[in-house]
């Protein structure tokens, strides 16, 4: 079999329209580089090649899922899991999407010949990936028809606004270099770890075979993407005009999704995980902390990439970061498509034991809820002019809410990251207007149906199976 | 018990396919959630107009049964090619044939790849979530022909110097024409210009001829490598012509749309046409290149009319064939 | 004198120490900043060590409580904090 790429020869100089027409310089411009042709190539892959790895690899996912349907694993699954995949997957499946797309335009757009070969096979894996989103959530539909509705709580829920701001965001980029960096290095050389090896462990450990399985096999596939990234990044970095940029960006999307990704993902092994695995702080250190920083940033460093700015702010904000936001979603039970409940015993003696500052933060909060205070409430909370979370970080009751003033309008941030984001780039974000805004004044049926939440979905999730 | 379904797909007799349930629901309208250039998806990005959410592929193709039923048929030509190779038919192969079918072999390569190119825009930008899905996998096919191109023409070409797949796109006179062509259409900024310019025009004309060059030449040739790939472009091309079709024709069932569609027949066919003719004249085959290029040409006119377009003198003359095809 | 028929505000609440976020709401814009105060609490779920000040979030400025809110002048979607002033 042919592995090495013969498509890759095939790029040419165009002989009768402007090379400025066929490559606009907006899509690197403020990018520095001599010889795009000269571009280091990430891989060499062959259509031939990737089929055949492709498709051996659907054989071993397909059969595992039918496997988990047909002899009904959603029994041996706890309830509580599923009211989690509810918020996880339509978010993955939006920034699959958005990666997909984002890369169409690497590929037809990058300066670098060999950036749109290695792109074009992005864009298709990122196809591979928002479909096997899709099957989970098919499955998952067989046993809970909560996810049936998928779509419209993308385009419709406050809870999906992270996903769209930060992920259309990503897509909507002019410069490729910018996608890269938020795409191919703080989603997935930080991030995707965390979401995609992590997590299955999770899954596999409450029941969930399938999800545990997609998981792992699309992560397979992001070898290739992170090696785009860090080639990219490696060889921008060799000019030091672009040091500048690339710190920003690396700046702005490392906080972004420690916001989009990092924040929903903590939920998952602290929350909807009946089973416990390790604590989400220790995951975090793991998965991101230890693996990207301690491994790339640091390597980096002698081309003169400081590590993210903002990387003290989140690590200040992982005792708290996953018991933060389970509350607050937990006073908005009424308003989700999916169910929240009050941790049991089990669940308080893991946070105990885990999160030394458990206690003294979110005690108090649970301890009136279990003596019949149902902390519901009816209107949406403040949220974040950049990421679209709730500002309650790093825990409500001492929220480090930031202001911009622009326009003569004032502008509200969840954290120091997202205000500094916005204090760069305000014409690009100021028109945003967040979900608390359009539905103010509403009540709660008011705001169910212009989110369209069908009667049942949302609310305490009171029964939840032993497994 | 019959599945549960996704609210958007039930309600209907029929459960929705799996395909179905794969490929609606992806893309999102709404506000743009950040102001830049580029943008997010927008009305004015075409001068089409339709309900973007009801096309549906006819091929049904998502990545499973694509990768799983492309790896199969790649398994055949794998066997094709390394039958050629180690039995080696190809110093046995006509030098004239040989010679011919290394330029066009070679120079199609690129023009394969140019129309992989322009549908990355496509895929880009496009408002139909499903448009999006058969383009993405459209691109592999382009990549797939492209690939197996440059692969048969090394194996037909061992002594080929580095640059001279670049010299033939540039310099071999017979192929400016297509080169201008695809060149032009990778600066367009309307997607559903990029897809009739491409889908309906050019590879309307361009996939059938190559389709009858190759098979036919081949088995007059006794090349049943270049036969075995002219098959296989083919059977990819079909899934084209399918969601291409049923996408205008969705289109075009609206009058501005079906005006807009014929305007941009008339602008591009007569360039497609003078561009497969130019190939021709240089490479008559013994007679096959002209018919090859008189069957595209009736395919082609089958094809705008099914999808309803208005074929103006212009485009009736660039499409007319003399004599019958026997 | 006739009513002036000016539209409802729209401000952010705050309260260091309540557990709930910032809530967006829609007071009367002839509501004292005191009397907007102690209702402001009770929506956040905090009661705060008196005396209790409002102070215009983005700017730092502490509001005269016998000012209404009209008068105040804040613009759409800016936000009131109320603290414990003690």
């Known amino acids: ?467 | 018990m019959a599945r549960k379904t996704f609210v958007w797909l039930s309600g209907r007799k029929r459960p929705p396919s799996e395909y179905e349930e794969l490929s609606t629901g992806i893309q999102w309208s709404g506000l743009p959630v950040s102001e830049t250039i580029t943008g997010q998806w927008r009305e004015d990005s075409t001068l089409l107009s339709t309900d973007w959410n009801a096309f549906r592929d006819p091929a049904g193709m998502y990545y499973r049964n694509y990768v799983v039923g492309q790896d199969a048929v790649e398994k055949q030509l794998d066997a094709v090619y390394a039958l050629a190779s180690d039995a080696d038919f190809i110093s046995g192969l006509d030098p004239t044939w040989r010679e011919s079918l290394t330029v066009l072999i070679g120079t199609m390569s690129f023009a394969q790849w140019g129309m992989s190119m322009a549908m990355q825009h496509v895929m880009r930008f496009t408002l139909s979530p499903t448009v999006a899905c058969a383009v993405q996998l459209q691109i592999m096919d382009k990549l797939r022909a492209a690939e197996r191109s440059v692969e048969w023409y090394e194996l037909l070409n061992p002594d080929y110097q580095p640059d001279s797949l670049f010299r033939a796109w540039d310099e071999i006179e017979c192929i400016q024409p297509l080169h201008r062509y695809i060149e032009e259409v990778l600066v367009e900024a309307d997607w559903g210009e990029v897809i009739v310019a491409i889908n309906l025009v050019l590879a309307g004309l361009l996939e059938p001829f190559l389709r009858e060059l190759y098979i036919k030449g081949g088995r007059a040739q006794g090349d049943f490598t270049t036969a075995a790939l002219g098959t296989h472009l083919a059977k990819d091309a079909t899934r084209q012509v399918a969601w291409t079709d049923a996408f205008l024709a969705q289109c075009a069932a609206d009058d501005a749309n079906a005006k807009v569609i014929s305007a941009w027949v008339d602008r591009y066919l007569p360039l497609a046409a003078a561009a497969i003719d130019a190939v021709v004249e240089a490479y008559p085959l013994d007679g096959i290149g002209p018919r090859a290029a008189a069957v595209a040409r009736t395919e082609c006119r089958a094809r705008l009319e099914k999808v309803n377009v208005t074929l103006t003198d212009h485009v009736a003359a660039a499409l007319a064939v003399e004599g019958d095809l026997s | 004198m006739a009513e002036a028929d000016v539209e409802a505000l729209l401000i952010y609440g705050r309260a260091p120490g309540s557990e709930n976020p910032p809530l967006l709401m829609n007071p009367p814009p002839d509501w004292t900043v005191k009397f907007f105060t102690k209702l402001g609490q009770r929506n956040l779920n905090v009661k705060l060590a008196p005396p209790v000040i409002a102070v215009r979030a983005s700017d730092g400025t502490v509001l005269d409580p016998e000012m209404t809110l009209a008068e105040i002048g804040m613009l759409p979607y800016e936000m009131i904090e109320f603290r414990s002033a003690g």
């Not at chain 1, 950036?115 to 499955?139: G, K, V």
Request: hydrophobic share 40%.
């Open chain 1, 1 to 467: 079999m042919k592995t090495k790429s013969r498509a890759k020869q095939l790029y040419w100089k165009p002989s009768y329209v402007d090379l400025d027409a066929m490559y606009p310089p907006l899509a690197s411009a403020g990018i520095h580089f001599d010889d795009w042709d000269a571009w280091d190539d990430p891989f060499n892959i062959s259509y031939r090649q990737y089929i055949d790895v492709q498709a051996k690899k659907e054989l071993g996912f397909h059969p595992v899922r039918d496997a988990f349907e047909r002899y009904n694993g959603d029994q041996h699954v706890p309830a509580r899991w599923y009211d989690g995949m509810k918020l996880a997957f339509p978010f993955l499946q939006t920034a699959e999407v958005a990666a997909g797309r984002a890369h169409a335009r690497t590929a037809r757009y990058a300066p670098a010949p060999a950036l749109r070969a290695a792109a074009f096979y992005q864009s298709i894996d990122e196809m591979r990936h928002f479909q096997n989103h899709i099957y989970e959530m098919r499955t998952y539909n067989q046993a809970d028809s909560g996810f049936d509705n998928w779509a419209s709580w993308r385009d419709n829920h406050f809870s999906m606004g992270p996903a769209r701001y930060i992920y259309e965001d990503l897509m909507n980029c002019d410069n490729i270099f910018e996608s890269i960096i938020a795409l191919n290095i703080c989603v997935e050389v930080v991030f995707t770890n965390l979401i995609f090896v992590g997590i299955p462990s999770v899954g596999a450990l409450n029941g969930d075979t399938a999800m545990a399985q997609e998981m792992l096999t699309t992560q397979s596939d992001e070898t290739r993407h992170m090696a785009i990234g860090q080639s990219t990044l490696r060889t921008l970095l060799r000019d030091d005009r672009n040091v500048e940029q690339l710190q920003y960006w690396l700046d702005k999307w490392f906080w972004l999704q420690h916001r989009a990704v990092a924040g929903p993902v903590g939920l998952i092994p602290d929350y909807f995980a009946k089973r416990k695995y390790i604590p989400y702080q220790q995951m975090y250190q793991r998965y991101v902390i230890d693996n990207f920083i301690a491994g790339m940033v640091d390597d980096l460093a002698e081309f003169g990439l400081k590590q993210p700015r903002f990387l003290e702010d989140a690590k200040a904000e992982l005792p708290d970061y996953s018991h933060t936001l389970y509350r607050t979603l937990f006073q908005y039970k009424n308003v989700l498509f999916n169910k929240m409940f009050v941790p049991d015993e089990h669940d308080m003696e893991f946070f105990t034991e885990g999160y030394p500052t458990f206690e003294a933060n979110h005690g108090k909060f649970w301890d009136e809820v279990r003596a019949g205070d149902p902390k519901d409430l009816s209107q949406l909370p403040m949220l974040c002019q950049m990421c679209g979370m709730p500002c309650v970080f790093p825990v409500p009751e001492r929220a480090n809410v930031q202001c911009s003033m622009y326009e003569n309008n004032a502008y509200w941030f969840c954290s120091n990251g997202c205000k500094y984001i916005f204090d760069h780039e305000p014409y690009r974000y100021a028109h945003r207007v967040t979900m608390e805004r359009t539905l103010n004044g509403l009540d709660v049926p008011e705001i169910r149906e212009k989110m369209g939440l069908a009667p049942g979905l949302g609310g305490l999730l009171t029964a939840d199976k032993d497994i």
